[in-house]
Structures are given as structure tokens and as C-alpha cells.
């Protein structure tokens, strides 16, 4: 049976008890996998696509896909910190070019990648959801409709929640926690994108069921 491979940052990565309530995208795709089907979680806190591919990460990816695996790549974030010289990228150039190399690498190997704009921020002005990724998902997804790459364009998806949800009800996803409810925040925590259980589970549903909708195959991988 297939594999399911996850390239990611923070936001998509396992999270173990000592972490908790954080909770990653990751976790709750491989909840929704069918049981004949492995998924293989190789997104790390900080990552971007420069750092992704400097690291070496991408090696035991490459050297185990196979035929009718998926890759699914939720990778941008962090290209866009532009005083980091380690994770920086180019929107509109290197940028695309790394996710050139994970998608052209899979499709040599006969696997199927998919490419995922990063997810809004909870951040707010004056009621209206901001965008805040500086067109780094607006560049991926026309990228990737060019290509003829499976995309899923996270950013809109959650954007249009958010709205829809509201700035207060928005908080019931995050790390937003009074002082002395959990023990890994004694002194509370005001976190507007990372995720707890609820916000990493509506992410993951809004990939999936986006994805539902553009894939044949999405029975074979997926029971959600």
C-alpha cells in the first residue's frame, strides 16, 4: 500500500505529551489515513523550503518514495522571514524553485505531490481576517495550477472561516490560555498561529475535504 510522506514546519509537526495543548496538522492527518496506510511525518518547528532542503531532510524522502505515495508539502511560513538568511526565500524564485524539487522529485519516483498555501493567522483589524503570508500562498498556488501540481490553497480556506467565525470564536483553535491552566504555560500564553487539538483538526478537514474534491484517488489514502 502507499505511503503518505508530510514536508512542514511547525504547524504540521508531531507534537509529544511535554507539548501539550499544542497539537500539529500532521497528527490529525495520519488520524484520518486509512489503516493500510503509513504516514510519515518528517515537518519540523522552524523549517522552510531553504532550510528544509539545507538540512538534508529531504534525503531519506527521496530515497523511499515509491509509486502512487502522496507529498504533501505545507511549507512557506517561514520563507517569509525575510531577516533570516537561513530560511529566507524569494516568493516569486527560489521559493518556487524549492517546491519545484520536492513535486519533480516525487513525480520521477511516480509519486503524487501536493502542494498547501500556509493557513491564516488569527490576526484581525477591525473585524476583517488579514492576510498576512506577503503573497507567498497567492505566488504557490498559481505556481502550482501552471505545473498541473495538486494544490490546496490553505490561506483562502482559512481566511474564509475566520471571517465567517468571527475574531473571538477564532481563539477556541490556538494556544490562548489564561496564566495556570497548563503547566507548560504557568504564566498563560497568547499564540495566534500555532494550533491546539480543535484548530490542527479544522485545518487538516479543510485540506482534506478540499482535496476530496480534486482527487480521484483520495479514497485510497484517506477515510475522512
Known sequence: MPNIYLIGDSLTH??????????????????????????????HYGLS????????????????????DLLIIILGTNDEVIDNPIKYTNKDKEYLENIDIFCTEAIKKKAIPIVVSSPCKREFVNGIIQNTHHGYP????????????????????????YQTLGEERCKEFHLIYPAGMYQRYPDGVLDNTHYNSLG???????????????????NKYFEY
Open 49 to 68: 523550503t531553504r532550510s528544509f532542503l539545507a538540512q538534508k531532510r529531504f534525503e531519506p524522502i527521496k530515497r523511499a518514495l515509491d509509486k502512487n
Open 200 to 218: 490542527a483538526k479544522t485545518m487538516a478537514e479543510l485540506i482534506l475535504s478540499d482535496l476530496k474534491k480534486q482527487f480521484k484517488d483520495y
Open 14 to 43: 508531531d507534537y509529544n505529551y511535554s507539548c501539550y495543548p499544542q497539537c500539529g496538522m500532521g497528527e490529525i492527518i495520519r488520524r484520518y489515513a486509512n489503516d493500510d496506510v503509513k504516514v510519515l511525518n518528517y515537518a
Open 138 to 161: 497567492e505566488s504557490l498556488i498559481a505556481f502550482a495550477k501552471r505545473k498541473g501540481y495538486y494544490n490546496v490553497d490553505l490561506n483562502s480556506l482559512s481566511m474564509n472561516l
